[in-house]
């Protein structure tokens, strides 16, 4: 994977592109011109591991509230805006981290220019953000329908709009709620524009299918080495999209620290309740501040040996069974019901 090819950009003081990591953004759910309300959410979501957050600026008393925002906002903030290149100008007064557009739905080039000076007097970075829906007619009747090609085109476009008015400072995103429509735009975009990629699966559905959606989209493009901020798009509470790509950035050997958690499938050999018990330890070291990888598996042979890397672990037997670390047995004949409570207790203590 080589992520140095695109060029690197600031987002209030977080770096994307050119080889920086990889970041994690979500987009707060709140009404904006709610400062308190909106601001108590980037915090939980900040608490989460979220690296950028995203907030909607429909209208003037979103805008509004953005000056409050900004004196409080406890990550780098970018506004989203459509339509309105007043309310762009507005954040960037306000002092955004970025601007989220669509140069093609604001106007006229004056009104272009007016955005992109705004920002570069801030050094503020503009995202481009080009999907499905917002593809406009003659490419849907020039590609006969949404394409990788179409975005792409689009997209190119609408870098040569800021491009045109001597702004540089540039990321873009291409994305689409069909997973190999969006992987084979993503893949263009790469090979066309140096531009920094934030990649993610528009639309992408609920907390099950949206996962599964963003996991295999995002994650084929990061494992190519394209990508270099993501946001998962769920259905659901924005903490569970920061949960979602941070997972994703682990899978992929993109992100180091917190909690590792692996467990094996259930088979007739098992004899405790391996899923029950699963789940309850998942969700009981989900919250460690350990960089540590914990193991649940189900019977001797999935045990100690198969899991031999992991940190901590227990191997279940009939109706009780064994704590391991890195391997080796540390106490056997754990009663089922108490296996929880002795791994933790294991955890804390060493």
């Known amino acids: 994977m080589n992520r140095d090819a695109t060029r690197r950009i600031?987002?209030?003081?977080?770096?994307?592109?050119?080889?920086?990591?990889?970041?994690?953004?979500?987009?707060?759910?709140?009404?904006?011109q709610d400062a308190q309300a909106t601001l108590a959410q980037m915090r939980a979501l900040r608490a989460a591991g979220c690296d950028i957050i995203r907030v909607?600026?429909?209208?003037?008393?979103?805008?509004?509230?953005?000056?409050?925002?900004?004196?409080?906002?406890?990550?780098?903030?970018?506004?989203?805006?459509?339509?309105?290149?007043?309310?762009?100008i507005a954040a960037a007064e306000a002092g955004v981290s970025a601007v989220r557009i669509n140069p093609g739905n604001i106007g006229s080039r004056d009104r272009v220019r007016a955005v992109a000076d705004a920002c570069r007097e801030r050094g503020i970075p503009i995202r481009i953000g080009v999907n499905t829906g917002s593809l406009e007619k003659r490419l849907l009747e020039k590609y006969g329908g949404p394409t990788a090609e179409a975005l792409v085109e689009s997209a190119g476009d609408e870098i040569e709009a800021l491009r045109a008015v001597g702004f540089e400072d540039i990321a873009l995103s291409v994305k689409a709620s069909d997973v190999p429509l969006t992987v084979a735009a993503y893949r263009l975009a790469a090979e066309r524009f140096d531009c920094p990629l934030h990649v993610g699966v528009t639309e992408a559905g609920t907390s099950y299918g949206g996962l599964v959606n963003s996991a295999v989209g995002i994650g084929t493009l990061l494992m190519e080495g394209i990508g270099d901020t993501i946001r998962v798009s769920l259905t659901a509470d924005p903490a569970e999209e920061v949960k979602a790509g941070l997972a994703i950035l682990r899978a992929c050997g993109l992100?180091?620290?917190?909690?590792?958690?692996?467990?094996?499938?259930?088979?007739?050999?098992t004899r405790i309740d391996l899923i029950?018990?699963?789940?309850?330890?998942?969700?009981?070291?989900?919250?460690?501040?350990?960089?540590?990888?914990?193991?649940?598996?189900?019977?001797?042979?999935?045990?100690?040996?198969?899991?031999?890397?992991?940190?901590?672990?227990?191997?279940?037997?009939?109706?009780?069974?064994?704590?391991?670390?890195?391997?080796?047995?540390?106490?056997?004949?754990?009663?089922e019901d108490r296996l929880l409570g002795e791994l933790m207790a294991l955890i804390q203590s060493t």
């Not at 429909?58 to 290149?85: G, R």
């Not at 901590?312 to 037997?317: D, K, L, P, T």
């Open 276 to 335: 029950g018990l699963a789940k309850r330890v998942e969700q009981a070291v989900s919250g460690l501040d350990r960089d540590i990888t914990v193991a649940v598996m189900g019977c001797e042979v999935n045990g100690p040996g198969e899991a031999r890397e992991a940190d901590y672990g227990i191997a279940g037997g009939p109706g009780f069974g064994s704590l391991f670390v890195k391997g080796q047995v540390v106490k056997t004949k754990v009663p």
């Open 255 to 269: 992100r180091k620290g917190g909690v590792r958690f692996v467990s094996c499938p259930t088979c007739g050999r």
């Open 10 to 32: 600031d987002v209030g003081g977080v770096a994307v592109g050119g080889g920086a990591a990889v970041t994690v953004q979500s987009m707060c759910n709140t009404k904006t």
């Open 56 to 88: 909607a600026v429909p209208n003037e008393d979103a805008a509004a509230a953005l000056p409050a925002i900004m004196a409080q906002a406890p990550m780098p903030v970018v506004a989203d805006i459509h339509f309105d290149h007043r309310l762009a």
